[in-house]
């Protein structure tokens, strides 16, 4: 399974991005995919999850109320926006896919992960 990551970059605190993650490679019917974040030194965040093809969102308190995750299913394309960026929101983002087997992308343990995409905010 492949994970192509586009969309960091540098942004002011206040302003809003989006990421990109295109899955392929994959041969299951349905797969969970999801963002991640991660800042030298400390754990890894959970920030969104999305079920491919059920579009079941999961997001993480930190985020929540001020980001979307969703699926571009021409483009097969799944996109993270978040708004109202704070610097805390500065980290390598990464996606992540998993093959759906039931129940909520949000528990799932994910395999397969992108490069990374750097978000940088600031004040």
């Known amino acids: 399974v492949h994970l192509a990551e586009s969309g960091g970059g540098s942004v002011q605190t206040g302003g809003s991005l989006t990421l990109s993650c295109a899955p392929s490679g994959y041969t299951w019917h349905n797969l969970c995919l999801g963002w991640f974040r991660q800042v030298p030194g400390e754990a890894r965040e959970k920030v969104a999850t999305?079920?491919?093809?059920?579009?079941?969102?999961g997001y993480g308190d930190s985020v929540k109320g001020r980001a979307a995750i969703w699926v571009d299913h021409p483009k097969k394309t799944v996109h993270l926006q978040i708004n109202n960026l704070k610097p805390e929101d500065t980290a390598m983002y990464y996606c992540?896919?998993?093959?759906?087997?039931?129940?909520?992308?949000?528990?799932?343990?994910?395999?397969?992960w992108g490069q990374g995409t750097q978000v940088t905010v600031s004040s």
């Open positions: 992540a896919a998993e093959k759906y087997t039931g129940g909520q992308c949000w528990t799932y343990d994910y395999a397969y």
């Open positions: 999305i079920n491919y093809r059920g579009a079941v969102q």
